[in-house]
């Protein structure tokens, strides 16, 4: 392929194995790896399943963030299992309080033209250095540690051309809502989105991976900026200019689709209850009045983010009746804005210091009140996230948010009086202190490894029978997200190592009944809409299905990543040939695929009889030869030991 986008070279100086062409299933070789603790236990339980005594890559990250309120020993028991399993294996562990792992990354680790694959979905918030960053599920990201190749269909390569300059008051957070407004969650699926345009110059690495970061709710593969002088200087001033690898897209690249925003044009946006991509002007929404603003998470928790926030609530009070929490995205952010006293200005004019974590955006604490309106800086506003499931969040660029704070509702950031204080440069040098990142240990030996009691082995599935018969036990709509399929707050994260625990939960946020009535039937199908699945790459969203004894999910489609996590633990993601039939499915209906082993290892589409309404219907089985043996042997941890005897 002559005239080549920054995206297709890096897969091609990293490909392993198939040919690159759409859709193709094509290998590529894994240069780092990260994990967060939500995720990384059972990754981690996963990849010692391996019996790989140290990780291959060229550096692998164990990141403490997510699950930080200890009102229990569970997550204090995991983060010690995880830290030790990190030191024992060679892999580098950001101790609690360190930061968020993408921003941290960002800082500290990321490493342009180099491959990175995360065991969270917003990995690609690295795509703003220009990695190409990818969030997995666990098992995927234990394989690759490994040494193991990252299998992927060829993805498409979309072009989205930014124009124009950003207004004083318009943010990067506005520019990912506007391509949202434009493509949906589902306009990204199977594609790269790469940045270019005279656009691209203005934007701050920090303000690339707020786009690159939200990307993920586009439901794309992964997102990337191009690596120039912009990426050059943030690395020198993080004291890593040796990092830097000029690559580029060729000039008049050939990109798969192309889209054009204007950046003069925008103006501040939000994203309305209960989806990233329900957007809507500010000017539009007007004063609504508002009860809670947070300001934090991986996609707007830099510097020059909080330096922004900072800056508006200098010599102001946020209103009463408004509650403002901020969480710096790094001991880095802290420090600095520490040093120069934007920190003081923040606690002075009432904000509620929170720790560099994920907190509230992952549903650690900070749930709003009943029927409130929150805004966030968050990358998700799906139903009940927040913990309060009457509650409206709306998701806006910290600009929005802290002007709102002051004024007690919803408030346009380019009205501000004076927005030049809006005008924060990036630091020529940022404070550099590694000092609550772990090394591992030169060797194995002597590492004990760490297991609390929480700790339960995962489920492990069985090879596919020949035939397949269960009962539809829940029928569902479009867009289900991992949120439904196992919801995420402080009460369960605690649990993530521990499916039985998390079982009594699954799909509750739909139907509440279902896991009772799932471990009762010891068997079943889901039914589902388009786009099952979006949202986190959590893992649990297949393992407790599995442990619950789902054998098949059958929808209009699938989000990437959890259709791969499904796949990786032998449980069939099919696709109804024909939309229709899935208007003719009821729940209880009792479902069969005879001969399913040879059907699943031997053709793409098949029928499915449904019992008991007498008939057939057809349905899409789109995975490689590869997958489709992984289906047939239960699953990947099943077929890696079958190659290895």
């Not at 003719?584 to 399913?596: K, N, T």
């Amino acid at each position: 392929m002559s005239k080549k986008p920054l995206a297709y070279k890096i897969i091609e100086n990293h490909l392993l194995s198939g040919k690159m062409e759409i859709g193709e299933e094509i290998s590529i070789r894994i240069d780092y790896t990260l994990t967060q603790d939500s995720t990384g236990t059972m990754a981690y339980l996963q990849f010692e399943s391996l019996d790989c005594d140290r990780v291959k890559t060229r550096r692998s990250l164990a990141y403490i963030d997510h699950n930080t309120l200890q009102s229990g020993f569970e997550n204090a028991d995991d983060h010690n299992f995880i830290m030790s399993v990190a030191k024992k294996h060679g892999i580098y562990a950001s101790r609690p309080g360190n930061g968020i792992c993408h921003q941290v990354n960002l800082e500290r680790f990321g490493v342009p033209g180099a491959t990175l694959l995360g065991s969270d979905s917003h990995t690609p918030t690295a795509g703003g250095i220009g990695m190409l960053a990818i969030g997995a599920g666990g098992l995927d990201v234990a394989v690759a540690m490994g040494g193991g190749p990252y299998y992927i269909p060829m993805p498409k390569i979309m072009n989205i051309e930014l124009k124009g300059h950003l207004a004083p008051g318009v943010s990067a957070k506005d520019v990912i809502l506007e391509v949202l407004r434009m493509l949906s969650v589902k306009g990204g699926v199977g594609k790269i989105v790469e940045y270019t345009g005279e656009g691209v110059s203005a934007l701050s690495v920090p303000e690339r991976s707020t786009i690159t970061n939200m990307g993920a709710e586009l439901g794309a593969t992964t997102s990337i900026f191009p690596i120039d002088g912009i990426t050059k200087d943030f690395l020198a001033a993080q004291g890593r200019e040796e990092d830097f690898m000029p690559l580029f897209a060729d000039p008049d690249a050939k990109y798969d689709e192309h889209y054009t925003v204007d950046l003069s044009a925008l103006k501040p946006l939000a994203a309305c209850p209960h989806s990233p991509d329900n957007i809507k002007p500010i000017e539009e929404l007007g004063p609504m009045k508002i009860d809670q603003v947070c300001i934090g998470s991986c996609t707007n928790a830099s510097y020059q983010d909080l330096m922004r926030t900072a800056a508006i609530l200098k010599g102001r009070t946020v209103a009463e009746g408004v509650s403002l929490t901020i969480s710096p995205g790094s001991k880095q952010v802290m420090n600095m804005l520490a040093q120069n006293g934007a920190l003081a200005d923040m606690i002075a004019a009432g904000a509620r210091i929170l720790e560099c974590a994920c907190g509230p955006c992952i549903g650690m604490g900070q749930s709003p009140g009943t029927d409130a309106v929150s805004l966030r800086t968050f990358n998700r506003n799906f139903y009940g996230r927040s913990g309060t499931k009457s509650a409206n969040v709306y998701l806006v660029s910290p600009e929005t948010a802290a002007v709102s704070a002051i004024a007690g509702v919803l408030a346009d950031p380019t009205k501000m009086e004076d927005l030049n204080v809006l005008d924060i440069k990036m630091p020529k040098h940022f404070l550099v202190n590694d000092n609550m990142v772990i090394e591992p240990a030169a060797s194995a030996a002597g590492v004990q490894v760490l297991r609390g009691p929480n700790i339960q082995p995962f489920p492990v599935n069985t090879p596919l029978s020949d035939e397949v018969g269960a009962a539809v036990l829940l029928k569902m709509e479009d867009n289900i997200t991992t949120d439904h399929i196992m919801p995420s707050n402080a009460k369960l994260l605690p649990y993530r190592s521990n499916i039985p625990h998390l079982s009594d939960y699954c799909l509750s946020p739909v139907d509440e009944t279902f896991p009772a009535r799932a471990k009762q039937a010891g068997k079943s199908f889901l039914v589902a809409g388009h786009n099952y699945g979006q949202g986190s790459s959590r893992e649990h969203a297949a393992l407790v299905p599995l442990y619950l004894g789902v054998k098949g999910v059958i929808a209009k489609s699938f989000a990437r990543i959890h259709k791969a996590n499904l796949v990786n633990n032998g449980i069939l993601p099919l696709v109804f040939e024909i939309e229709a039939d899935y208007d003719r499915i009821s729940q209880g209906d009792e479902l069969v695929i005879a001969d399913a082993r040879n059907k699943v290892l031997g053709t793409d589409v098949f029928r499915v009889e449904n019992r008991t309404k007498g008939f057939f219907f057809s349905v899409v089985l789109d995975v490689s030869p590869r997958l489709k043996k992984v289906l047939a042997a239960g699953g990947l941890l099943n077929a890696t030991r079958k190659e290895n005897e």
